[in-house]
C-alpha cells in the first residue's frame, strides 16, 4: 500500500494549493475507511488537519483550518484531495496524508493511521 501525496509549494498569504493524495495497492472505497491530512511545522508536533470517510460523505476539520481547507474525495481515481484557501504563514509545514482500513473515532490522532504518505511542504510567505 502507497499513497503519493503531492500539490505543494510556496504561495503568497491569502493564497490557495491543493494537495492530492492517491492510494495505490489498495481501492478506498472497499473498506469503510479513515484517510486523513495531517501536518507539522518545524519543531512542532504532527497535528491533525482533515479527515474523510471513504463511503459517505461525513468530513471532519480541524478548528484552525474549518472555513477555510476542505477535504473531498474521488473513489473513481482513487484520490483525496485538500482544497487550501486563505492561506496563511502558520498553515506553513510539511502536510501528510494518512489512511486506515476501517473508520475510527479517534480519527483526529496519528497513532490510528498505518499508511502514510511521504508528505508534501506548503510554505505561505507574509
Known amino acids: 500500500v502507497q499513497l503519493q501525496a503531492c500539490g505543494g509549494g510556496l504561495v503568497q498569504a491569502g493564497g490557495s494549493l491543493r494537495l492530492s493524495c492517491a492510494a495505490s495497492?489498495?481501492?478506498?472505497?472497499?473498506?469503510?475507511?479513515?484517510i486523513a491530512w495531517f501536518r507539522q511545522a518545524p519543531g512542532k508536533e504532527r497535528e491533525f488537519v482533515a479527515a474523510?470517510?471513504?463511503?459517505?460523505?461525513?468530513?471532519y476539520h480541524a478548528d484552525s483550518v474549518r472555513g477555510r481547507f476542505t477535504i473531498s474525495r474521488n473513489n473513481a481515481k482513487n484520490t483525496v484531495y485538500l482544497q487550501m484557501n486563505s492561506l496563511k504563514p502558520d498553515d506553513t509545514a510539511v502536510y501528510y496524508c494518512?489512511?486506515?482500513?476501517?473508520?475510527?473515532?479517534?480519527?483526529?490522532?496519528?497513532?490510528?493511521?498505518?499508511?502514510w504518505g511521504q508528505g508534501t511542504q506548503v510554505t505561505v510567505s507574509s
Open positions: 474523510i470517510r471513504s463511503k459517505s460523505s461525513s468530513t
Open positions: 495497492g489498495l481501492t478506498i472505497d472497499i473498506y469503510n475507511m479513515a
Open positions: 494518512a489512511a486506515r482500513q476501517y473508520w475510527s473515532v479517534a480519527y483526529y490522532s496519528s497513532s490510528q493511521y498505518n499508511y
